[in-house]
């Protein structure tokens, strides 16, 4: 019937028309946009899929989008075929291309129909779904012809309005063109539940699809509209600004179906079976491309300046090498530090973005294997991004029962630097020590590794913040932001120094190329400093930069003071075993006066090496400052 109807209606036209050309042209009509922009937008995602798109100005104003052109039995066929793959919007129609002007797409190229400039207009027959409403009431509406277009034969002319062209009327321009428009009538509930049960089984697995695909459904594609999929169908309802009836109309089922085929041609959304990493999972192949195994990883990278990338993991391993990972991406510049993370024994989430970029990181352990994946992209590709995301999301399953080979791919360290272009490890712009003066995690250190910080971390991923700061004598207190419990804190000895006292400092030398401080040993040269400065002690000691901020302890490991940054003594060049220190009497000044009560030390002798290396190291931390 729907053929017959097809094929009557192209007859119609070449009678009204009396144009021969039509009885072999018809279009699939997928498409209609308001605006030339977004018509070429649309009909360029298309054309990565289908060799045969061509675009056309219409008389009402808008810009179609069709495939063809074929003979009408060729197009009846391709019009089956591809909504029954679900490769065009449901909405699609049959259209002889009376309607069709200049031709936009392909660029550079006239593929018009024989029609064009012909006078009659005439409504390209609608197949509509089984049970869907018959449009009944007509109006007239004044639009305006294209530039080369010829007023038609109003007694004849009929257009359709296409599914998603949204009202009518089209820009306001002087009323020389009549075209009657048929508008379809709103479907009352019954209705809806009519056309509903008119729908095959696999038209209604579809729509289950759909909705599953937009995150709404989580149950069995069955083809069976239970609870769960009445529940689904209002979410997406209210979702969508839609009375919330748990039955959709024929209009609402046209529009998430030919959404969800929008983004898939948009994105070139396709599923992806990486046998290597035993992965499987829908991939937007339109924005991103493979580019190498580097173990655990699979790159996909961005697509002709897409702003996306993928990047699949993939490795053997348990609950330590899961921490590992998190701890690992954690670094990575592609991770920004603002953002959400969650870790449990069997995976962990990671969002993640600043200004620049953001990412999404997801992994989970089963059976002796780690997989997952991250998506990067750039704050302009960021829609796209959500899109792809969620396609992702639903379609990521681990096959196989295999991970990626730790030795697929055998690099030196330059290649391997090649393949992590873009996921280098972040680095701070500096890092200094510091050392814990209160039981709750407030940390002493120098005013020098704070300058022009963006963001301040102690131990490299406890973010912390400024609470007091003296320029004068060179100290500062940081808090951190969520409370610790330090093993062991500093105990003060004012008064102590003297000259000939042994002492030892802690700190990170080397900033952050170790895991750990180190400890160096040293003696008292002076009380005061060169100009006999007081709340300075003149130490002979040969630190490095990195151990500026770290305490100076004497054999029972009371803190006689805080090393000092070498900048600190003037522009002079001294001998590499002179280094200074903030005295214990300037700090606990600051520190009272920064409400924070410090620890008095108590004499008890000596400790053993072994005691005093942990004591010092242990109270001892990372600070690091980040652009």
Known sequence: MRHFLALFALVITCLNGGIAAAQDRAWVQIEAQPTLTKAEERARAYAAAFGDVAGFQMGSGWYAIALGPYDPDAAIARLRELRRDNL???DSFIASGDQFRTAFWPVGQDPAPASLNAAPVIAAPVIAEPGAAVPETVTTEALTPAPDAVAPDTS????????????????EAPATETVVVIEPQAETLAESQRAEAALSREERQDLQSALQWFGFYDAAIDGAFGRGTRASMAAWQEANGFEATGVMTTAQRAQIITTRATIIAELGLETVVEEEAGIEVTLPLAMVAFDNYEPPFVHFAEKDGSGLRVILISEPGDRATLRGLYDILQTLEVVPSAGDRSLTDRGFTINAANDAIASHAFAELSGGLIKGYMLVWTPAAADKAGRALAAMQASFKTIGGRALDPGLVSLDDAQRRSLLAGMEVRKPRLSRSGFFVSDTGAVLTTVEALQSCGRITIDR???AKITAQDAATGLALLTPTKPLAPHHVAAFEAGALRIGTEVALAGYS???ALPSPTLTYGAVEDTKGLADEVGVARLSLA???GDAGGPVV????????????AAAIGSRVLPAEVSFAADATSILAMLTAAGVAPQTAVRQGALPPEDLTDLATSLTVLVSCWE
């Open 461 to 463: 991923d406890i973010e």
């Open 156 to 171: 004849t002319s009929a257009a359709v309005t296409a599914p998603d062209a949204g009202p009518a009327t089209p820009p």
């Open 88 to 90: 065009i919007p449901r």
């Open 510 to 512: 080397y900033e952050d």
């Open 543 to 545: 630190s490095l930069p």
């Open 554 to 565: 004497d054999g029972t490991g009371a803190v006689l003071g805080m090393l000092m940054p």
